[in-house]
């Protein structure tokens, strides 16, 4: 079955997914698992230092977190600044 991965918007973090999340609980049965990723210096990574990363490094980044998380067979969906991004996280990393 396909996992759902939820990215975020700038200056957001994985909490702002929490009522889409909840709506999508009312219809089991659609995706396997519903995950949410942060981007670095958002949400739970909030504490980061980014001023050293580029985008290349995001990208590496939560492409490591969804390896780490084991996802296959994903719908990816993001908004605002997620959507330059998820792109290069498919090109990235297409075996996920």
Do not use: Y
Not at 22 to 45: D, V
Not at 54 to 64: F, H, P, T, Y
């Amino acid at each position: 079955m396909t996992d759902l991965v939820l990215l975020h918007g700038g200056k957001h973090g994985s909490w702002c997914w929490a009522p889409f999340i909840a709506a999508m609980e009312q219809h089991p049965g659609k995706f396997e698992w519903i995950l949410t990723l942060n981007m670095p210096e958002c949400g739970q990574k909030r504490v980061r230092d980014v001023a050293a990363l580029q985008l290349s490094d995001v990208v590496a980044e939560l492409n490591q977190d969804l390896h780490e998380l084991g996802v296959s067979q994903t719908v990816l969906l993001g908004h605002s600044i997620a959507g330059a991004v998820k792109p290069m996280i498919v090109a990235a990393a297409p075996d996920l």
